[in-house]
């Protein structure tokens, strides 16, 4: 889930977005905010209330459902990742493997010409 690439408060005059802003008046507009989660939304419109004692504590937007979501997700990213890593290691490992195999192929090689040069 991404958030808008528009703020909520969208205006044409810099002085109506104050105002807007001023008075938690916000709006989100299609389509920018079209593939932003109704979780999400909830979250924006609980942190851009007016008065500073109804907007929720730190505390209580982790516990809100797209901060949980979001948090899961990151988790299982955070898997993913470890698991690429793990096989990015294994495909060093592997390279390494066939360099050294492949130089070694390189010197026998260089060993049976020169045999072959000396023995003529």
């Given amino acids: 889930d991404h958030l808008?690439?528009?703020p909520p408060f969208m205006s044409d005059n810099m002085p109506m977005v104050i105002k807007n802003i001023s008075?938690?008046?916000y709006e989100f507009y299609s389509p920018h905010w079209n593939a932003?989660?109704?979780d999400?939304?909830?979250l924006i419109a609980a942190c851009l209330q007016l008065s500073p004692a109804k907007r929720p504590s730190a505390e209580q937007c982790?516990?809100?459902r797209w901060l949980n979501k979001t948090r899961k997700l990151s988790q299982?990213?955070?898997h993913v990742a470890k698991n690429l890593e793990a096989y990015n290691r294994w495909r060093r490992k592997g390279k390494i493997?066939?360099?050294?195999?492949t130089v070694a192929r390189m010197?026998?090689?260089a060993r049976g010409r020169r045999r072959r040069s000396s023995a003529e």
């Fill in 97 to 101: 493997l066939l360099v050294v195999s």
């Fill in 36 to 38: 932003v989660s109704k």
């Fill in 23 to 25: 008075e938690a008046k």
């Fill in 76 to 78: 299982k990213n955070l």
């Fill in 107 to 109: 010197e026998t090689l």
């Fill in 4 to 6: 808008g690439r528009e």
């Fill in 62 to 64: 982790r516990g809100m």
């Fill in 40 to 42: 999400a939304k909830e």
